[in-house]
């Protein structure tokens, strides 16, 4: 018997829905811009050649943060942060937010893929088998099966605060997770 292969992570169910003004929108209406080829996600760890955290650049507001989040994750990473976001507003106020493997950031990689992080939604973005997203599921309290995955976080800001930045972390070891896009709902 031959040994079980886990399938490479692949995106193109995701760089199919990218139209030509460079926007894909998400099972669940959410838009982001992104690209069809070359490079869509900004990577960290603490475990390879990229950095450890990365800083972006917002200047605005609105109601909710909505962060397209992708990549591995390991049992021994469980109940403990694997990533921390931080949002930077004008005026100095900053606000951490921690991803807890299994509870708030979840393995969309490996050998196993299920999505089983109620706290997000999730855009399946390889496509080769389960639903393509979220809003395809009527409950994400149970295991969903899925291909490639990205994490879809809904994260509430600040009224009237002008979000400067947004900085994302690799805290814990053996994860790797990129940011492939963010929108902000008005």
Known sequence: MAPFVSPKPIDDAWRKKVGPDGIAWSTDGIPFLTSRDG????????????????????????????????????????????????????????????????????????????????????????????PAGSAQVADLTRPVAVDTEAHLLALELKPGAVLRELRMEAVANDIIFGLMGATILK
């Open 39 to 130: 490079p869509n996600i900004a990577v960290v760890t603490r475990a390879a050649v990229f950095p450890q955290g990365l800083s972006f650049p917002v200047g605005q507001s609105g109601k909710t943060l909505y962060l397209m989040i992708s990549g591995t994750t390991f049992a021994m990473q469980s109940h403990v942060t694997n990533l921390r976001l931080t949002l930077h507003y004008e005026g100095g106020l900053s606000e951490p937010i921690d991803l807890v493997n299994p509870t708030g950031i979840g393995d969309c990689w490996n050998q196993y893929r299920y999505h089983d992080t109620a706290a997000n939604g999730f855009e399946n973005i390889g496509g080769r088998s389960g």
